[in-house]
């Protein structure tokens, strides 16, 4: 049931699918900007209802939990996300637990244990489900961080099943937007990989070189610039290699690649506190002996990683035994 229709994404780029990319829904844009499209949707028995609170929903057996109207509580945020081949599926989002008179959490279990982030599950969900998992996340982070207008500060109207907001004052649409993050597996001519250790993660824990594009940049000055700003590190050939939403608020993450003119290292010192070039042997060695962490999960910075290694890298032996 869960992929009952297709990713019209037939073709790839190189990382292939990845985890929070292989969305299926149809989310009926043209659909969603009809007046009273909603309480069309209400009225249905058909329609199926997601609800999310402080971003988590609830996973059971694999799957997204959907629910009939009838369970789901008063209050929310409901914004359309789409028809997935048998079902409209409708989103209700509380920014915090809605609960009852006797103050238990009302949208439907209480089961701390079936009210999953996105970042734990989405990997093991179907295609279908890590789609509108992320999409109602996205679109709910939006709904909640964005109430007063950016021109004239008067309140927002919500519009279009929850994808436009309105101000009433202007007459002016505002839209969801996306903030574009390069992230890059830089190689030497030697084809050994530069990792980073991140000054937030611990200064153990290596990943890609990442950053978010600035405005009126191209993808590929991006690249080449927080590359060179992080690491010192002069980089051409910057080549696109797939790209996966990261919800954490609104990022878009685009993978990319892109060759090492020197290998001199030169970290920040703010963000970046240890860089290193890595053969795949020592890569490996490094991982097994649990000397450094590295992205695992459902990151793009993962599957860049493993792209470049040629596979899943081994398990640190600790955890492994
Ligand atoms: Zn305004």
Redesign the pocket.
């Given at each position: 049931m869960s992929d009952t229709v297709q990713n019209p994404v037939t073709s790839f780029p190189a990382l292939g699918a990845l985890p929070l990319a292989r969305a299926t829904t149809d989310r009926g844009c043209e659909r969603r900007t009809d007046e009273g499209w909603l309480d069309v949707l209400r009225a249905d028995p058909a329609t199926r209802h997601l609800v999310l609170v402080g971003g988590r929903a609830r996973v059971l057996d694999g799957e997204l939990v959907l629910i009939e109207l009838a369970a789901v509580p008063a209050g929310g945020t409901e914004i359309y996300l789409g028809f997935d081949g048998t079902s409209e599926i409708v989103l209700h989002s509380f920014h915090d637990a809605p609960v009852t008179s006797d103050g238990q959490p009302s949208a439907g279990s209480t089961d701390p244990e079936q009210w999953l982030g996105l970042r734990d599950v989405a990997a093991g969900l179907g295609a279908r489900d890590a789609g509108l998992f992320v999409e109602a996340v996205a679109i709910a982070n939006w709904n909640h961080a964005v109430n007063f207008?950016p021109?004239?500060g008067?309140k927002l109207d919500l519009r279009a099943s929850g994808w436009v907001k309105h101000?009433p004052?202007?007459d002016?649409e505002h839209f969801p937007r996306t903030d574009p993050a390069v992230i890059v597996a830089i190689t030497d001519e030697d084809d050994r990989l530069l990792l980073g250790a991140n000054k937030a993660w611990g200064g153990t824990r290596f990943s890609t070189l990442a950053g978010f594009v600035e405005p009126g940049e191209s993808l590929e000055s991006a690249v080449i610039r927080e590359v060179a700003e992080e690491s010192g590190v002069v980089v051409r050939n910057p080549r696109y290699m797939g790209s996966q939403p990261w919800p954490f608020p609104r990022s878009l993450m685009l993978g990319f690649t892109a060759t090492a003119v020197g290998t001199e290292l030169v970290p920040d010192g703010e963000e970046i506190i240890d860089l290193r070039w890595f053969t795949r042997e020592e890569l490996a060695e490094a991982v097994r002996s649990g000397s450094i962490g590295v992205p695992t999960g459902t990151s793009i910075a993962s599957a860049l990683v493993e792209h470049w290694y040629g596979g899943v890298l081994p398990e640190p032996e600790r955890l492994a035994n």
């Open positions: 207008c021109r004239c008067g101000c004052a202007e002016l």
